[in-house]
């Protein structure tokens, strides 16, 4: 490769531009972190293929540093699975259909609530069930004797502090709880890894599904969850422009309606795409599809 080529002075420039970013921010003479000088380290090599001298860190290790410079940053709330996708079970469930709902869910692990999500009692493990099934003994009348203590904690709790005390307390599923004492969502000590290593997927998880799928006729699916700021890019910048702390489809579509929409209901966006609610329940929307806007004839009545 040639001097001076282009690839061979990316990373460099990468530094540069990070270290004019600090000087700019904190002045010429301010000392770098140890963060600020790994970060720098990570950018020289941005571009950098496969590593050819043995130890070297490979593109993904680099992404896991720097996924773990970032990750005290974060709060539960973060990286909780919110509260509209949490799987409970209330506390009059009975053995065999306790047993039904892990076959089901395809989690270690199932809050269960008394009467509605803000009233989380604990959780079961899957291998409290699993003893009971292998033994001789007679199957319990109720899932009482099974119910074990999560963690409860609130949105703001650092990332870094809840891991120290799902290792403290050895118990892995924290309940989020926010302001008001209502549950906010749910936290497992494999959400905390993945934000550093990525997702992970085992022999039991479904295929994830697109978020978003084109149809005939300019017509999109999306599941409600779909991020705003993903739809923007694949189908309009318009749709991305909204006032106030929405971050999905199905929460524009609740502020359009101002309720929650039911299937059925469409409702218009200033720019002219109409998002019809297809699938969701009382509490929320969970699929939406989305019609362009209509062109209008342009041509004068009457010629």
Known sequence: MKEGDSRTNRP???????SG????????????????QIEEAIAEHEDDPEPTTEGDLSPVERQMVRNLLHFGERTVDDVAVPRSDIIAVPDTTGFAEL???????????????QTSLDSIVGMIHIKDVFAILAGEGPHPETIAGLIRQPLYVPQSMGVLELLAEMRLQRVHLAIVIDEYSGTEGLVTIEDLVEEIVGDIEDEHDDAPEALIVALDDGLWEADARAELEDIAAAIDPRLGEVDGDVDTIGGLAFVLAGHVPQPGECLTHESGWRIEVTEGDTRRATRVRLHPPMVEDATPAGK
């Open 12 to 18: 460099v420039e990468n530094g540069r531009l990070f």
């Open 21 to 36: 970013l600090r000087a700019m921010l904190f002045g010429e003479h301010s000392e770098p972190t140890l963060r600020d």
């Open 99 to 113: 047993v039904a709902c892990f076959a089901d869910a395809g989690h270690s692990r199932l809050p269960v609530y």
